[in-house]
């Protein structure tokens, strides 16, 4: 390892972002805690000084800044401080820029206060004087390889180099001195880190110091900016015309941007002008006035005989109105004769139409009674059995002449009964077709069997059905794979619907 230039009192800088452990770094550097270090990311540093080490770092001088950023605002005071300070020491001999090596990409907090940084340290030689620390500089595996330590300075170093480069202009020497840390403010520093502070303090050692007396303060560069502004107004029939001075204050900050101030008026300057569109207003006004009379005049005849027209036209619709209503009168007393004669007519025709309404009830009366009678006098089945196919049982009257009053009922799905549906069925079945009808009476009934084998089933009325108005029957299966039943009514009304139709009765 190489010895340290000693016999001289070596000063190094230490800055960065907050919360990268300059501090903890400055400490480990002096070997004693000098500077207070704070647990999170907040800033304990809140201006810049520095202490000489012990033991056998009480060669070096360790100059510790606030992190950058810390409050908005608060930058340019601390650079202020720093410059007074360092200005002060007189004495320094190299500059360690902090980073987080957990930290993905090149910080712009870094890149903005690089800039300042070289305006406020403008020597060319100052790039010699600069070397890096990547702290918390482990992996979840531990120690860095030195693979992991090319790739971060790879990744860093260009851009690093790129920023110094455009903010003073000169290149960096190929061979920055560069430390990786591991560490704690109560555990100590890993080490590896031990190895690579040792050779960074070697390094700072035998570096000259820098003319602090060329650092400038860092105050921005104010020039005056001076513009003319021109104001245009109409006074009357005359142009003014307004030149007015105004200077405003231009601030080249130290980090290369450029900040302005507001406008203020230094002198003012009118001048008169002749304007040449009043008169060309002044004719055009002129010919408007004469376009509107025209205008007017022309309008006024209009409206004149539109006037004319309008009384004409009333005059004519009055004439046509009184035809109109002597026609109306005529007609009212033609309407009347007619009237009359229709309400003579309908008269004789109404006494007509009741005397025909007597006829067709009785007829009608007569017929009912008819059908109800010989629907009494028909016998009916009272029972039988169905055999192999399609058995139909029936009884009652049908005439076909009668279908005006003779009406058909069909079982719907709630009355209807299936037996044995199932086929696996092995034993009797049996279900009851009963009914009661309102205001009508049976006159036929109608009761279809279809089986399924030779076995088939048996039926049988458990009542008269014919001539009054309920039905019952009860129907059986034996047992056989099936046996399905379906029973029809016909009907006839208590009394005559008064919807049949006068012809429909006299057929």
């Given at each position: 390892?190489?010895?340290?230039?000693?016999?001289?009192?070596?000063?190094?800088?230490?800055?960065?972002?907050?919360?990268?452990?300059?501090?903890?770094?400055?400490?480990?550097?002096?070997?004693?805690?000098?500077?207070?270090?704070s647990?999170?990311?907040?800033?304990?540093?809140?201006?810049?000084?520095?202490r000489q080490?012990?033991?056998?770092?009480?060669?070096?001088?360790?100059?510790?800044?606030?992190?950058?950023q810390?409050?908005?605002?608060?930058?340019?005071?601390?650079?202020?401080?720093?410059?007074q300070?360092?200005?002060?020491?007189?004495?320094?001999?190299?500059?360690?820029?902090v980073?987080?090596?957990?930290?993905?990409?090149?910080?712009?907090?870094?890149?903005?206060?690089?800039?300042?940084?070289?305006?406020?340290?403008?020597?060319?030689?100052?790039?010699k004087?600069?070397?890096?620390?990547?702290?918390?500089?482990?992996?979840?595996?531990?120690?860095?390889?030195?693979?992991?330590?090319?790739?971060?300075?790879?990744?860093?170093?260009?851009?690093?180099?790129?920023?110094?480069?455009?903010?003073?202009?000169?290149?960096?020497?190929?061979?920055?001195?560069?430390?990786?840390?591991?560490?704690?403010?109560?555990?100590?520093i890993d080490?590896?880190?031990?190895?690579?502070l040792?050779?960074?303090k070697?390094?700072?050692?035998?570096?000259?110091?820098?003319?602090?007396?060329?650092?400038?303060?860092?105050?921005?560069?104010?020039?005056?900016?001076?513009?003319?502004?021109?104001?245009?107004r109409?006074?009357?029939?005359n142009?003014?015309?307004?030149?007015i001075?105004?200077?405003?204050?231009?601030?080249?900050?130290?980090?290369?941007?450029?900040?302005?101030?507001?406008?203020?008026?230094?002198?003012?300057?009118?001048?008169?002008?002749?304007?040449?569109?009043?008169?060309?207003?002044?004719?055009?006004?002129?010919?408007?006035?004469?376009?509107?009379?025209?205008?007017?005049?022309?309008?006024?005849?209009?409206?004149?005989?539109?006037?004319?027209?309008?009384?004409?036209?009333r005059?004519?619709?009055?004439?046509?109105?009184?035809?109109?209503?002597?026609?109306?009168?005529?007609?009212?007393?033609?309407?009347?004769?007619?009237?009359?004669?229709?309400?003579?007519?309908?008269?004789?025709?109404?006494?007509?139409?009741?005397?025909?309404?007597?006829?067709?009830?009785?007829?009608?009366?007569?017929?009912?009674?008819?059908?109800?009678?010989?629907?009494?006098?028909?016998?009916?089945?009272?029972?039988?059995?169905?055999?192999v196919?399609?058995?139909d049982?029936?009884?009652?009257?049908?005439?076909?002449?009668?279908?005006?009053?003779?009406?058909?009922?069909?079982?719907?799905?709630?009355?209807?009964?299936?037996i044995?549906?199932?086929?696996?069925?092995?034993?009797?079945?049996?279900?009851?077709?009963?009914?009661?009808?309102?205001?009508?009476?049976?006159?036929?009934?109608?009761?279809?069997?279809?089986?399924?084998?030779?076995?088939?089933?048996?039926?049988?009325?458990?009542?008269?059905?014919?001539?009054?108005?309920?039905?019952?029957?009860?129907?059986?299966?034996?047992?056989?794979?099936?046996?399905?039943w379906?029973?029809?009514?016909?009907?006839?009304?208590?009394?005559?619907?008064?919807?049949?139709?006068?012809?429909?009765?006299?057929?």
């Amino acid at each position: 390892m190489n010895q340290r230039n000693l016999g001289k009192l070596v000063n190094i800088l230490v800055f960065g972002e907050t919360g990268n452990g300059k501090s903890t770094l400055a400490n480990h550097l002096l070997g004693y805690d000098a500077f207070k270090v704070s647990d999170d990311v907040k800033a304990e540093t809140k201006v810049t000084f520095g202490r000489q080490g012990k033991g056998d770092s009480s060669d070096l001088f360790v100059i510790d800044t606030p992190g950058l950023q810390d409050t908005e605002g608060a930058d340019k005071e601390h650079m202020i401080q720093l410059v007074q300070y360092v200005k002060n020491h007189k004495e320094l001999n190299a500059i360690i820029v902090v980073f987080n090596y957990q930290q993905m990409r090149f910080p712009y907090n870094i890149q903005t206060m690089l800039k300042l940084f070289c305006n406020i340290f403008p020597m060319k030689a100052v790039g010699k004087h600069i070397g890096l620390v990547f702290t918390n500089s482990f992996t979840k595996r531990g120690v860095l390889t030195g693979d992991q330590k090319l790739a971060k300075t790879s990744k860093v170093l260009p851009e690093f180099r790129r920023v110094i480069k455009e903010a003073s202009g000169s290149d960096l020497p190929n061979n920055i001195p560069t430390a990786f840390v591991d560490m704690d403010p109560e555990e100590g520093i890993d080490e590896n880190g031990k190895i690579d502070l040792e050779r960074l303090k070697t390094w700072a050692s035998f570096l000259p110091n820098l003319n602090v007396e060329e650092i400038k303060e860092p105050e921005p560069d104010v020039k005056i900016e001076t513009q003319d502004f021109t104001e245009m107004r109409i006074e009357g029939e005359n142009i003014i015309k307004t030149i007015i001075k105004k200077e405003r204050e231009v601030f080249c900050q130290l980090d290369g941007s450029i900040s302005y101030g507001e406008w203020k008026e230094k002198e003012r300057k009118e001048q008169i002008l002749i304007n040449p569109e009043i008169e060309k207003i002044r004719k055009l006004n002129l010919d408007k006035e004469e376009a509107f009379k025209t205008i007017q005049e022309k309008q006024k005849k209009k409206i004149e005989e539109l006037q004319k027209a309008n009384d004409e036209m009333r005059q004519k619709q009055h004439q046509e109105f009184i035809d109109l209503v002597n026609a109306n009168r005529k007609t009212e007393e033609q309407m009347k004769m007619f009237m009359a004669a229709l309400t003579s007519n309908r008269q004789s025709q109404q006494k007509d139409n009741r005397n025909n309404d007597k006829d067709r009830r009785e007829y009608l009366d007569k017929k009912l009674k008819r059908i109800k009678d010989n629907a009494g006098d028909c016998k009916e089945e009272k029972e039988g059995e169905c055999s192999v196919g399609k058995n139909d049982f029936k009884a009652g009257i049908i005439e076909e002449d009668d279908d005006h009053l003779v009406k058909e009922e069909t079982l719907d799905k709630a009355d209807s009964v299936f037996i044995a549906e199932d086929w696996k069925f092995a034993r009797n079945q049996t279900a009851t077709f009963e009914k009661t009808l309102t205001d009508k009476t049976i006159v036929g009934w109608k009761l279809i069997s279809n089986h399924d084998d030779g076995k088939g089933g048996f039926w049988k009325r458990n009542s008269r059905v014919l001539g009054t108005s309920s039905y019952s029957f009860t129907v059986s299966s034996f047992k056989t794979r099936g046996c399905n039943w379906k029973l029809r009514i016909w009907s006839v009304p208590n009394s005559v619907p008064f919807n049949i139709d006068k012809d429909d009765v006299f057929l």
